[in-house]
């Protein structure tokens, strides 16, 4: 939290001295007691007082001018608020290896079952395309708020072979660019999800550089276990993740890189990216909120006065 205004914060010198003009007034009324010597007879024909109840107004007022002056002061704090608007490209690979039964049902079904949950919780006025990848790259949807037209495509997706993860990097920012022509376009941002390494078209790295040229972030997803399989012409052929080229992709090209090895860690990880992209942080000013407490203070402080000895502080 920070001040605009921290010049306020000197009227805390006063509200201190009157806090502490009324300790030295109760240990004036405290010594003046001790006064009369006989404790017995003063027990007896003196009310039983207040205790501590009588310190709670004092206390309240003084609460009151602090949260007030700390008001005064405009203390300012990060918010996390909505985006009203930005172009999510998601690029999902359709590569044969997608097929790869160690995550259940198999790497493709539980990609896209998390992917469609992505897509319908991203807010609605968000562009929102996608790019199927494998030996090359495709636009299948142009970025949109027709979300339907993405959840139709999301389900229409089959797997072939190869994998053009540079070409998809490629196709994402010319459709992000055919659609932000303004002058202030609003912010973009690439999702890549895939499990295998670059075997054709241009180099991730070339791809990388690209994105961080133009400004739109890359966040990548290596989905699987160095443990995948599938079957090929009758023989078991091994599709390990390829985890360190999406890290370097999504490094070069300032985005944020995850690794999910099952359908639930997936979901896990569309979430967090739904919420680094769907919102922003902004510093506001949160001046009223000490305003609202102060007065509360000083609506408690009239209460309990009112309450406790039928006078106001």
Not at 45 to 63: C, F, Q
Not at 177 to 190: F, G, M, N, R, S
Not at 237 to 246: E, S
């Amino acid at each position: 939290m920070t001040l605009l205004s921290p010049m306020w914060l000197l009227l805390l010198v006063p509200v201190a001295l009157l806090a502490a003009g009324y300790v030295v007034a109760q240990r004036r009324r405290t010594e003046y007691a001790v006064r009369f010597t006989n404790l017995d007879l003063l027990d007896k024909v003196a009310p039983r007082g207040p205790g501590w109840r009588k310190h709670v107004p004092a206390a309240l007022s003084l609460a009151m001018f602090v949260l007030l002056v700390a008001g005064f002061a405009r203390p300012t704090a990060e918010v996390t608020v909505p985006r009203e608007r930005a172009t999510i490209m998601v690029a999902f690979d359709v590569s044969a290896s997608m097929a790869a039964t160690d995550v259940s049902p198999d790497r493709f079904s539980a990609a896209r079952q998390a992917a469609t949950q992505f897509v319908e919780h991203l807010p609605p006025r968000f562009n929102l395309g996608l790019v199927a990848f494998s030996e090359n790259a495709s636009v299948v949807v142009p970025p949109t708020t027709d979300r339907p037209a993405v959840l139709g495509a999301l389900d229409r997706l089959t797997t072939t072979a190869g994998t053009a993860i540079g070409e998809a990097v490629y196709s994402s920012l010319d459709a992000i660019e055919a659609l932000d022509t303004e002058e202030q376009a609003p912010p973009a941002h690439i999702v890549l999800l895939s499990d295998g390494e670059n075997t054709t078209g241009r180099t991730v790295e070339e791809s990388a550089r690209e994105a961080a040229a133009r400004g739109v972030p890359v966040t990548t997803i290596a989905y699987g276990t160095q443990e995948g399989v599938i079957e090929l012409q009758g023989r078991q052929l091994p599709v390990p993740v390829d985890a360190p080229a999406l890290q370097r992709l999504a490094e070069t090209a300032g985005g944020g890189f995850y690794e999910a090895a099952s359908g639930d860690e997936l979901q896990a990880v569309y979430e967090d990216i739904g919420t680094s992209v769907g919102y922003r942080t902004e510093r506001q000013e949160i001046w009223q909120w000490f305003v609202a407490a102060g007065l509360i203070a000083a609506l408690l402080a009239a209460a309990t006065s009112m309450l406790w000895f039928a006078r106001l502080p």
